[in-house]
C-alpha cells in the first residue's frame, strides 16, 4: 500500500532537513533511491521508492547497498544533484508530488518525486522546467531529456484538508506488533518498519520466501548433478574389471568361438562369457579392454576434480542462502536476491575459461577452441605469458602479466600442470610444454579458429602433480 497525500505530510513535517547538503546519493536498484543529508552534524537517510504498491518517501536508519553496476540515473544525480544544499521540501497541494529544491551558489535545481503507485517518476528540472534527466523515461508522457515539467502547486484551504483526512486517514500502525521501544516511534520511523516488515514489494518475509525459492531450485539441481557424478565414479571405480577382461581374453582367447570366448575366470573359479570381435586377434579384442580401462582410470581422476568442485559450489550456495537469511536489511536482500537471479544472458562474465588467483598471479585457461580464440582477442594482452602443450591439442593458458615483474617458477608450473591437464596429453601424465609472450603470437593464416604459431618460445617439461592439483582447487575463482 502506498502512502497518501496526508501520509506524505506527516512525513515530511517531521524532516527538519531544509539547510542541509546532500552528501551522498545511492540507487540500489531501478525503483529505489536514497539521499543522504548531513545537517549539523546528523546524517539523515531519505529513502524513495517508486515500486508499484510500495511507493514512498521516508527517513530509514539503513544505509542502502551500492548496486553492482552505477546506474543511469545515479550517475546523473551523482555529477549534478551531489554536494547541493536542501532549500526545501514540501508536497504541492494534495497531489503526491514532493518537490526538493536544491541549489549551489551558481545553480538551482528543482527534483519532483511523484508517489503515485502506478505511475511514479523522479524528475529533475532546472528552474525553468526543462527536464535534465528522470529517473523513469517516457517519451509519451514528455517525461524526457529536454521536457517540460512544471506541475502546478495550488493554495489548499482547511476544508479541502479536513475533506482530504475523512476520505485518506493517516494509518496508525495498530497492526504492528511493537516493541516498548518501538511504541515511541515517529511517523517516519513506524513506516520504515511497517514497508520493512509488510510490504509486498520489499517486504522482508515476502523477500525471504522467494530466496527460499531461489535455494531450493539451484540446490537441487546441484544435488542432482552431484549424485551422477558420485554414480559416474562408482562406475568408473569398477573399471579394474576391464583390466581383468583383457588378461582373461589374453590367456584363453585361442578357445574363442565366434564373436564369444567362454573360458574359467582364474580368480573366481567361475565361468564368465566375454563378446570379442572374431575379425580381430586375441591381442587386438584384448587392446580394445586395456583402452577403455585407461580412459576409465584417467576419467576417474577428472570426476574426482569435478565432485569436489560441486561440492565447494553447494557450499558456496548454502552461504549464500544463510547470508540472506540472517540480513535484516530488505533493500541489501533484494539486491543479492536480484543478482543472483538474473538471467545467464544478463549475467556478466569477466572473462570466459577458468580463472585461478595463485599467490597474486592471475592464471586464466581456455578450455576449447573457442574459448581460446575469445580470450586471445579481448582479454590478454602482449606482456601476458601463453602456455601450451607440444603435439597435443588442448587449452590455452594464460598467465596475466605485471609491470617490472618476472612469472616465478612456482607459478609455471601450476599453469603447467593446467596446461597438461586440459589436453589430450592428460592420460599421459606429462607433456612438453611451449611459452611465450602474448605479443610473441602470430594467427596461422587460414588456420582454425584460435590456432597461433608462437616464436621466441621457450620449453618446459612438465609432469602432472597431484598435489599441485589438488591446491588449485582452493586458487578456483568461481
Not at 514540501?90 to 511523484?114: A, C, N, P
Not at 479541502?160 to 486517514?169: D, M, Q
Not at 531450485?217 to 576391464?242: C, I, P, T, W, Y
Not at 579481448?378 to 594464460?398: C, N, S
Request: hydrophobic share 35%.
Amino acid at each position: 500500500m502506498s502512502l497518501n497525500c496526508n501520509e506524505i505530510n506527516a512525513i515530511l513535517s517531521e524532516f527538519n532537513l531544509e539547510g542541509s547538503f546532500i552528501q551522498e546519493i545511492i540507487q540500489p536498484g531501478f525503483d529505489t533511491l536514497c539521499f543522504r543529508a548531513i545537517n549539523k552534524g546528523n546524517l539523515e537517510n531519505i529513502l524513495i521508492c517508486t515500486s508499484p504498491q510500495a511507493t514512498r518517501i521516508n527517513l530509514t536508519k539503513y544505509k542502502p547497498p551500492k548496486n553492482e553496476k552505477p546506474l543511469r540515473f545515479n550517475q546523473f544525480l551523482k555529477s549534478r544533484v551531489q554536494g547541493m544544499r536542501i532549500n526545501s521540501i514540501v508536497q504541492l497541494g494534495l497531489d503526491r508530488i514532493v518537490k526538493l529544491d536544491v541549489s549551489t551558489w551558481k545553480e538551482k535545481l528543482f527534483i519532483y518525486i511523484r508517489l503515485w503507485s502506478n505511475a511514479a517518476n523522479v524528475i529533475v528540472t532546472d528552474e525553468k522546467g526543462t527536464i535534465l534527466d528522470c529517473m523513469f523515461r517516457r517519451p509519451k508522457k514528455g517525461e524526457v531529456t529536454g521536457g517540460t515539467f512544471i506541475p502546478k502547486d495550488k493554495t489548499v484551504t482547511e476544508e479541502e484538508k479536513t475533506a482530504s483526512l475523512e476520505r485518506f486517514p493517516i494509518r496508525d500502525f495498530s497492526d504492528l506488533e511493537l516493541t516498548e521501544e518501538q511504541k515511541d516511534f515517529n511517523f517516519n520511523q513506524k513506516i520504515d518498519l511497517y514497508y520493512s516488515e509488510h510490504a509486498r514489494v520489499l517486504s522482508r518475509e515476502s523477500l525471504l520466501e522467494q530466496a527460499e525459492k531461489w535455494y531450493n531450485v539451484r540446490h537441487s539441481k546441484m544435488e542432482a548433478a552431484l549424485e551422477k557424478l558420485e554414480q559416474k565414479k562408482k562406475d568408473f571405480e569398477n573399471s579394474g574389471n576391464l583390466k581383468h577382461t583383457g588378461d582373461l581374453i589374453l590367456s584363453f582367447g585361442s578357445q574363442a568361438e565366434g564373436n564369444t570366448l567362454t573360458c574359467v575366470d582364474y580368480d573366481t573359479g567361475k565361468e564368465v562369457h566375454i563378446r570379442i570381435d572374431p575379425k580381430k586377434s586375441v591381442q587386438e579384442n584384448a587392446a580394445v579392454y586395456y583402452e577403455q580401462y585407461k580412459k576409465a582410470a584417467s576419467g576417474l581422476e577428472a570426476l574426482e576434480h569435478d565432485i569436489e568442485l560441486s561440492k565447494k559450489a553447494i557450499a558456496a550456495l548454502d552461504k549464500e542462502y544463510s547470508d540472506m537469511v540472517s540480513q535484516k536489511n530488505v533493500l541489501k536482500i533484494e539486491q543479492m536476491l536480484r543478482h543472483d537471479t538474473k538471467p545467464k544472458q544478463q549475467a556478466e562474465k569477466t572473462h570466459p575459461g577458468l580463472h585461478y588467483e595463485i599467490e597474486g598471479w592471475t592464471v586464466i585457461v581456455g578450455r576449447t577452441a573457442t574459448e581460446n580464440d575469445e580470450l586471445l582477442r579481448h582479454y590478454v594482452k602482449g606482456q601476458d605469458m601463453w602456455m601450451h602443450t607440444r603435439d597435443y591439442a588442448g587449452g590455452y593458458v594464460f598467465i596475466k602479466g605485471k609491470k617490472d615483474k618476472t612469472v616465478p617458477l612456482e607459478i609455471l608450473l601450476y599453469a603447467g600442470n593446467l596446461a597438461v591437464y586440459h589436453s589430450k596429453a592428460r592420460k599421459n601424465g606429462q607433456a612438453d610444454l611451449y611459452y611465450t609472450q602474448v605479443k610473441h603470437l602470430r594467427r596461422a593464416k587460414n588456420g582454425p579458429k584460435g590456432l597461433v604459431l608462437p616464436t621466441q618460445e621457450k620449453n618446459l617439461l612438465v609432469k602432472i602433480d597431484d598435489a599441485k592439483m589438488r591446491k588449485l582447487d582452493e586458487y578456483l575463482v568461481l
